[in-house]
């Protein structure tokens, strides 16, 4: 295995995302964000957490229903207890896609021993 020259070992690393042809769709702040709104029931509250605003958070999420064609949050108006908003099927289905895929990316990073 190659080391640099402070004797550190070189090591594979990688970024993911979805694409549809060469247009972006989802990656990790996609996916934090949709995970947040999932947890929190909270546009907002996940846009926080996702250090977004919440304007950039909805045009994400428009992007990401415009490429999919389909909805991946509704969202209900509040009243005294205020709105919630929640993951449909299409929504849940992307994120535990792009966890999985995650997943099995960092397992082959963490078990890459071949030499450069």
Same mark, same amino acid.
């Given at each position: 295995?190659?080391?640099?020259?402070?004797?550190?070992?070189?090591?594979?690393?990688?970024?993911?995302?979805?694409?549809?042809? %060469?247009?972006?769709?989802?990656?990790?702040?996609?996916?934090?964000?949709? %995970?947040?709104?999932?947890?929190? /029931?909270?546009?907002?509250?996940?846009?926080?957490?996702?250090?977004?605003?919440?304007?950039?958070?909805?045009?994400?999420?428009?992007? $990401?229903?415009?490429?999919?064609?389909? %909805?991946? $949050?509704?969202?209900?108006?509040?009243?005294?207890?205020?709105?919630?908003?929640?993951?449909?099927?299409?929504?849940?289905?992307?994120?535990? %896609?792009?966890?999985?895929? /995650?997943? /099995?990316?960092?397992?082959?990073?963490?078990?890459?021993?071949?030499?450069?």
């Amino acid at each position: 295995m190659a080391f640099s020259q402070r004797n550190e070992r070189i090591k594979p690393a990688f970024k993911l995302w979805f694409e549809i042809g %060469d247009e972006y769709v989802f990656g990790e702040g996609a996916f934090i964000l949709l %995970d947040e709104i999932r947890k929190k /029931k909270s546009i907002s509250a996940a846009a926080r957490v996702a250090k977004m605003s919440y304007r950039h958070a909805w045009g994400l999420i428009r992007e $990401i229903e415009r490429h999919l064609g389909e %909805d991946v $949050i509704e969202t209900k108006r509040g009243g005294k207890s205020g709105g919630k908003s929640e993951l449909t099927k299409a929504g849940h289905s992307l994120l535990t %896609d792009y966890q999985k895929l /995650k997943m /099995k990316m960092s397992e082959t990073c963490n078990n890459w021993r071949s030499g450069l």
